[in-house]
């Protein structure tokens, strides 16, 4: 990598490689995942923050794959980690608040579940990745796995009511927050698994966009 020394006026546009345009691709849909929640449009921010989780897992793989500079590596490792908190941290917290907890417990999990985000989130920028026998671990859940988790848990909602599926995230976040800063090794995906989670991923989106046009 050759770093890049621009007198450019334009220069933090001149880093909008194909790797960070997608990661901001993450930023607008998470941010529209947020509106949705606020309008009580479920089933949208759903879809929405299942597309974050999505753009998350392949943009490292499209910045492995293209030619940048030095500069441009460094400001996608930032603006990862930005978009992260605000992705799935603060908007699954907006879409939990927008569901229905709003009595002190539920906002007490959700000021956890943020705080759990961005301490993992700076934690993985210090201390990066475990290597052992050839193979990356993470330690601690990393916080993409919100965009799975909660679309999942959120198909309870087509079955039981309202009541119990609030307990339910709410035992879910605590969950997700106590996993992020613990020392699980969860082992970085590969291969066939971008696969399989944009496959699952699908699957989700279409039941989503069912129940929308269903209503």
Known sequence: MVASRSSHPFVMLQQLDPANCLTLTGLGLSAASAFFSIHGQIYAALIGLLGAGIVDLFDGFVARKIERTELQAKLGQ??????????????????????????????????LYAGATALRLAYFNCAGLVETENQQY??????????????????????LSAAVVKSTFEVLYLGLAIAMVSPLKIKKLRGAWYGFFSFFAVLLTARYLYAIFQN
């Open 78 to 111: 930032q603006l990862d980690s930005i978009v992260d908190v605000c992705s799935f941290g603060f908007n699954p917290v907006i879409f939990a608040y927008c569901f229905g907890l709003q009595d002190p417990l539920s906002i007490a999990i959700l000021l």
């Open 138 to 159: 993470f330690t601690g859940l990393p916080v993409t796995y919100a965009a799975l988790f909660i679309p999942l848990i959120s198909l309870a909602s087509f079955s």
